[in-house]
């Protein structure tokens, strides 16, 4: 009987430290967290120049008939906003720009794309452009024609927070000579749009060389 007892007790503590050790890898298995990636920032061929104003190097990509910015503008503008915690940070990824100094923006060649601009662009797409112009950062199309939109958001100066980051892209468009207008692509919809521009929203900026 007392031979019983022991082993029962003895199968009891076995049981009980496999259990411990078992959460306790459960445990750790919940709390690791996946490095952040970050935007790769490799000239390929050259195909660069170097903004003067802050020595800033930008790719570039020939898109049909027109230049276009492969990545988004950084220039440290006296009223722009600056994301940290996306692809590396806004040396990487860029800066939100507000409508009133969209302007004076671009480097000197370059100037603000126009809503026709993006709807040209769009046409070199073999498929949808909501399949075809996301970085392959995003892991959500194919990037065959080398725009490289990243999922930026916006930053809402209501309440000053980024909002939509990892989920939507916009980029300011010059209409009528006036910046009103942005261009819009969101994950799992595979198209994209020229929507009305909120006043309290910033937004990404791609510039497109003059000829």
Not at 14 to 32: F, I
Not at 74 to 85: I, L, P, Y
Not at 185 to 191: N, R, S, T, V, W
Request: aromatic letters at 12%.
């Amino acid at each position: 009987m007392r031979l019983g007892m022991i082993a029962a007790m003895f199968l009891s503590l076995v049981v009980v430290g496999c259990s411990s050790k078992e959460s306790a890898e459960e445990k750790q298995v919940e709390t690791k967290v996946e490095p952040i990636a970050e935007i790769s920032m490799e000239v390929v061929n050259g195909e660069s120049f170097v903004d003067a104003r802050d020595n800033q190097v930008y790719r570039y990509v020939k898109i049909g008939n027109a230049t276009w910015m492969k990545d988004n503008l950084r220039f440290a503008s006296a009223n722009s906003f600056c994301n940290q915690e996306f692809g590396g940070g806004c040396n990487k990824v860029g800066r939100y720009y507000t409508i009133e100094e969209l302007p004076t923006l671009c480097p000197e060649g370059w100037r603000m794309p126009k809503s026709k601009d993006f709807t040209a662009m769009q046409k070199s797409c073999k498929k949808n452009p909501g399949f075809c112009l996301w970085h392959e950062f995003e892991k959500q199309g194919s990037d065959e024609i080398g725009f490289s939109a990243l999922a930026m958001g916006r930053y809402d100066l209501h309440v000053s927070k980024y909002s939509e980051v990892g989920a939507q892209a916009y980029f300011w468009s010059e209409s009528n000579g006036k910046a009103k207008d942005v261009f819009s692509l969101k994950k799992g919809e595979y198209a994209s749009s020229i929507v009305r521009a909120e006043k309290s929203d910033a937004f990404t900026v791609r510039c497109i060389k003059m000829e």
